[in-house]
T-cell receptor, first 110, second 115 residues
């Protein structure tokens, strides 16, 4: 079946460093959504990207959707402790099925 | 947005028993979704529940194991039947807004441990 590959699985950063997670699909996606799940919490919607090459920003978070609508990235500038959690991408395929990435866990080094 | 209440929030159950999880939404929604999230893993869709019709199950999930009810536009239940330790997981209900491809809102989840 269709898959959305998300890397890395984990990323350890010092507070203040940047963080990036990437998602790649083998097929063209109708849109891609990003969610954040805090430890012990439930997924919370962050953003949806629809257009080819789209870039959206939310404060320190920058989301990109590739030109071919097959890949996406989330970049966090100058991470803070409040950014800790797992970030999931979820791509909508041509059958209107939402395909979830495996998630990237952001860990802030003490 | 939506406020989604799920209960129980957690439970410890014995092998062979069944547990029903309830999901209440503060507004009417057409489609409700039930997901499973095993520890440290991503989300797996169990089924989609539309009011007034049978739920649609994803590959690997069957109605006998995970019966779903959807009696109205604000409420749904998921039952995990004849539980085994492999069913230990977080079960999440979710709803979507903004059309069939819109963002999902999730309940807080039901953490199930089967001994």
């Amino acid at each position: 079946g269709q898959q959305v590959m998300q890397i890395p699985q984990y990323q350890h950063v010092q507070e203040g460093e940047d963080f990036t997670t990437y998602c790649n699909s083998s097929t063209t996606l109708s849109n891609i959504q990003w969610y954040k799940q805090r430890p012990g919490g439930h997924p919370v919607f962050l953003i949806q990207l629809v257009k080819s090459g789209e870039v959206k920003k939310q404060k320190r978070l920058t989301f990109q959707f590739g030109e071919a609508k097959k890949n996406s990235s989330l970049h966090i500038t100058a991470t803070q402790t409040t950014d800790v959690g797992t970030y999931f991408c979820a791509g909508l395929d041509s059958n209107y099925q939402l395909i979830w990435g495996a998630g990237t866990k952001l860990i802030i080094k003490p | 947005s939506a406020v989604i209440s799920q209960k129980p929030s957690r439970d410890i159950c014995q092998r062979g028993t069944s547990l029903t999880i309830q999901c209440q939404v503060d507004s009417q929604v057409t489609m409700m979704f039930w997901y499973r999230q095993q520890p440290g893993q991503s989300l797996t869709l169990i089924a989609t529940a539309n009011q007034g019709s049978e739920a649609t199950y994803e590959s690997g999930f069957v109605i006998d194991k995970f019966p779903i009810s959807r009696p109205n536009l604000t409420f749904s239940t998921l039952t995990v039947s004849n539980m085994s330790p492999e069913d230990s997981s977080i079960y999440l209900c979710s709803v979507e807004f903004g059309g069939p491809t819109g963002e999902l809102f999730f309940g807080e989840g039901s953490r199930l441990t089967v001994l």
